[in-house]
């Protein structure tokens, strides 16, 4: 059973930078794509980026493209959300994803319990 641990939210002014961390136990990590989702409050989960296995490929929302950098450390099971130049419109909860299989097409089949991010302005 996979157990998927968030870190690193918190309070920011607009312009600021967070990076989070999800480390991963129980599951074979390293074969596995890794994803972030957020939700903001009143609205529904939304998908940020996914990574595959090894890192070679990378998908990201549109919203967050040339501000947010995924990536991963498969020797630590860790996968990491670098933000830069946040807005108050990225406040949300932040999920980490683990994938079913090694690309970012999968489907995420276990979901950490999140970590707040807010952006004040």
């Known amino acids: 059973q996979a157990q998927l641990a968030e870190s690193g939210g918190g309070l920011v002014q607009a312009g600021g930078s967070l990076r989070l961390s999800c480390t991963a136990s129980g599951r074979p990590f390293s074969s596995r794509a890794m994803g972030w989702f957020r939700q903001a409050p009143g609205k529904e989960r939304e998908f940020v980026s996914c990574?595959?296995?090894?890192?070679?490929?990378?998908v990201y929302a549109e919203f967050v493209k040339g501000r947010f950098t995924i990536s991963r450390d498969n020797a630590k099971n860790t996968v990491y959300l670098q933000m830069n130049i946040l807005k108050p419109e990225d406040t949300a909860v932040y999920y980490c994803?683990?994938?079913?299989?090694?690309?970012?097409?999968?489907?995420?089949?276990?979901w950490g319990k999140g970590t707040l991010v807010t952006v004040s302005s």
């Open positions: 990574i595959s296995y090894s890192g070679e490929s990378t």
């Open positions: 994803a683990m994938g079913t299989g090694p690309f970012p097409d999968s489907d995420m089949d276990y």
